[in-house]
């Protein structure tokens, strides 16, 4: 076991009372909330964002690319360095850096220098993010009370996304689009000033950091996540494509080889000898990427045929936030009562209802009649899914792993989204070619039609495949697994 020093006592070993353990709780959540917001907030305000900072059509997708680039390719550096030089030391700069990038990007004046500082919010981001699991494992010992803290975590985390889009889409219509930038500034400065104040260091690892398992990571990752984001927005006709998939999957297989030697691992592959982890990182890719495809298919859908406002498709995705939050107050109950295996599998049925539901609509449907149901079904099956899939993925890791543990969970849940969209879209964009039939809206709405519904049985499909995979979780998940440590 590697040699640990303290960086001032935990919270779980008592350095604080219960009600500065559920403040910092309270810090951490708000924060893991304004990052995953900021995946999605630009979205609805990238047509004034582009049109007012000179965007081409091409650049104006690096708006969304840039953050998601720098934080998937830093995601487990950002964990590991907590692991080294301290969790709330990372938590802190991340803040910091992503809050500072969030004003200066809000004067942006040129598409370059909004860029810039979307990247630098992803950085903060991917040091901020990792840290946010990492203290809450430190700070509750396994048991009750981290499951609470997890539900409530995994809760935050999964509506990040359904806030982000209402957010983004009130504060475009009421102010400027400037304000998704400046939205962030005064809730970093009181996360910062709070954790300073609440949040106190914990035990972390001492060792050589592992350099080249850095590097080939940061920039595998990067590009695979580049090379998959393109083919799910463009097809896979394009060479950079194939470049970027093939030349990241040769560094990433470069960098598994690179971790089996290391003594202090980035990502150390013992994470992957418990088969309770290993579903929680399945889970973790397929709930998140088939909740993205189905946004992705239904925006369209309900900006199209239905003909709903920017503002108003955030509305209607906020009974997915609502459905996951409201699940989320007994999911920790029930999961005590039957177990993760249980659990997961039930939110894996019902993801798999609410993709099938959504294969019913047609043209003539309606919001109320044939999507705000598949929306509710969808948010409670991701809360059955990820707050047991988090909860596996922190367990029997011993305390200077917490880092390695949160990132590699995290990381798989943003390889998520890129990997199944791109799936998706491949599928809708070979069955929508067959609507060719009318003239031009009339082409659109059928082409749009006939591609969703394989999309959303395709979907079907990943979503059957966490119930088999959560077949896998071990039926008593109290029986000690092998440490990482």
Same mark, same amino acid.
């Given at each position: 076991?590697?040699?640990?020093?303290?960086?001032?006592?935990?919270?779980? =070993?008592?350095?604080?009372?219960?009600?500065?353990?559920?403040?910092?709780?309270?810090?951490?959540?708000?924060? =893991?909330?304004?990052?995953?917001?900021?995946?999605?907030?630009?979205?609805?305000?990238?047509?004034?964002?582009?049109?007012?900072?000179?965007?081409?059509?091409?650049?104006?997708?690096?708006?969304?690319?840039?953050?998601?680039?720098?934080?998937?390719?830093?995601?487990?550096?950002?964990?590991?360095?907590?692991?080294?030089?301290?969790?709330?030391?990372?938590?802190?700069?991340?803040?910091?850096?992503?809050?500072?990038?969030?004003?200066?990007?809000?004067?942006?004046?040129?598409?370059?220098?909004?860029?810039?500082?979307?990247?630098? =919010?992803?950085?903060?981001?991917?040091?901020?993010?990792?840290?946010?699991?990492? #203290?809450?494992?430190?700070?509750?010992?396994?048991?009750?009370?981290?499951?609470?803290?997890?539900?409530?975590?995994?809760?935050?985390?999964?509506?990040?996304?359904?806030?982000?889009?209402?957010?983004?889409?009130?504060?475009?219509?009421?102010? %400027?689009?400037?304000?998704?930038?400046?939205?962030?500034?005064?809730?970093?400065?009181?996360?910062?000033?709070?954790?300073?104040?609440?949040?106190?260091?914990?035990?972390?690892?001492?060792?050589?950091?592992?350099? *080249?398992?850095?590097?080939?990571?940061?920039?595998?990752?990067?590009?695979?996540?580049?090379?998959?984001?393109?083919?799910?927005?463009?097809?896979?006709?394009?060479?950079?494509?194939?470049?970027?998939?093939?030349?990241?999957?040769?560094?990433?297989?470069?960098?598994?080889?690179?971790?089996?030697?290391?003594?202090?691992?980035?990502?150390?592959?013992?994470?992957?000898?418990?088969?309770?982890?290993?579903?929680?990182?399945?889970? *973790?890719?397929?709930?998140?990427?088939?909740?993205?495809?189905?946004?992705?298919?239904?925006?369209?859908?309900?900006?199209?045929?239905?003909?709903?406002?920017?503002?108003?498709?955030?509305?209607?995705?906020?009974?997915?936030?609502?459905?996951?939050?409201?699940? %989320?107050?007994?999911?920790?109950?029930?999961?005590?009562?039957?177990?993760?295996?249980?659990?997961?599998?039930?939110?894996?049925?019902?993801?798999?209802?609410?993709?099938?539901?959504?294969?019913?609509?047609?043209?003539? %449907?309606?919001?109320?009649?044939?999507?705000?149901?598949?929306?509710?079904?969808?948010?409670?099956?991701?809360?059955?899914?990820?707050?047991?899939?988090?909860?596996?993925?922190? *367990?029997?890791?011993?305390?200077?792993?917490?880092?390695?543990?949160?990132?590699?969970?995290?990381?798989?849940? =943003?390889?998520?989204?890129?990997?199944?969209?791109?799936?998706?879209?491949?599928?809708?964009?070979?069955?929508?070619? *067959?609507?060719?039939?009318?003239?031009?809206?009339?082409?659109?709405?059928?082409?749009?039609?006939?591609?969703?519904?394989?999309?959303?049985?395709?979907?079907?499909?990943?979503?059957?495949?966490?119930?088999?995979?959560? #077949? #896998?979780?071990?039926?008593?998940?109290?029986?000690?697994?092998?440490?990482?440590?």
């Amino acid at each position: 076991m590697a040699a640990t020093e303290s960086g001032g006592m935990g919270i779980a =070993q008592g350095a604080t009372s219960p009600p500065r353990t559920g403040i910092a709780l309270a810090i951490i959540v708000v924060m =893991q909330l304004m990052l995953t917001i900021d995946l999605m907030i630009v979205t609805v305000a990238l047509p004034s964002i582009g049109a007012e900072l000179n965007f081409t059509e091409g650049g104006l997708a690096w708006v969304v690319n840039a953050y998601g680039l720098a934080l998937g390719g830093l995601m487990l550096l950002g964990g590991r360095f907590g692991d080294t030089f301290g969790r709330r030391r990372m938590f802190l700069i991340g803040v910091a850096l992503f809050t500072v990038a969030s004003f200066v990007g809000g004067f942006a004046e040129h598409d370059w220098w909004f860029l810039t500082c979307r990247a630098l =919010q992803g950085v903060g981001a991917a040091l901020a993010m990792p840290n946010c699991l990492a #203290l809450i494992f430190g700070l509750f010992p396994e048991g009750p009370e981290r499951t609470k803290a997890i539900t409530i975590s995994a809760s935050a985390s999964s509506s990040g996304a359904v806030v982000g889009l209402l957010l983004g889409g009130v504060l475009t219509t009421g102010l %400027s689009w400037r304000w998704v930038m400046f939205v962030n500034v005064p809730i970093g400065v009181a996360i910062f000033v709070l954790a300073m104040v609440y949040i106190r260091e914990q035990d972390r690892k001492r060792g050589r950091f592992d350099l *080249a398992g850095a590097v080939t990571s940061a920039v595998g990752v990067a590009l695979l996540v580049y090379g998959l984001s393109e083919a799910g927005e463009g097809g896979w006709e394009s060479p950079a494509v194939w470049v970027a998939l093939i030349v990241g999957a040769v560094l990433f297989g470069i960098f598994l080889l690179i971790e089996r030697r290391a003594p202090e691992p980035i990502m150390p592959l013992s994470l992957f000898a418990d088969r309770n982890r290993v579903a929680a990182y399945v889970a *973790a890719v397929l709930v998140t990427g088939t909740m993205i495809g189905m946004s992705f298919f239904l925006t369209m859908f309900v900006q199209g045929p239905l003909g709903f406002s920017p503002l108003i498709t955030g509305v209607a995705f906020l009974a997915t936030g609502l459905a996951l939050v409201a699940a %989320s107050m007994f999911v920790g109950s029930i999961m005590k009562g039957i177990g993760e295996r249980s659990t997961m599998l039930i939110g894996g049925l019902l993801l798999v209802g609410g993709y099938l539901w959504l294969t019913l609509l047609t043209l003539e %449907s309606n919001y109320w009649g044939g999507i705000l149901g598949p929306l509710i079904c969808v948010g409670i099956g991701m809360a059955f899914t990820l707050i047991p899939a988090t909860e596996m993925a922190g *367990a029997d890791v011993g305390a200077t792993n917490y880092g390695a543990a949160s990132s590699t969970y995290n990381t798989m849940q =943003q390889l998520g989204g890129p990997i199944v969209l791109a799936i998706l879209v491949a599928v809708f964009q070979t069955a929508s070619h *067959a609507a060719t039939s009318g003239t031009g809206e009339e082409v659109a709405h059928r082409s749009l039609e006939a591609g969703m519904t394989p999309g959303f049985i395709t979907a079907a499909i990943l979503a059957g495949c966490v119930c088999l995979v959560s #077949l #896998l979780v071990r039926r008593n998940n109290s029986r000690p697994a092998t440490t990482v440590a």
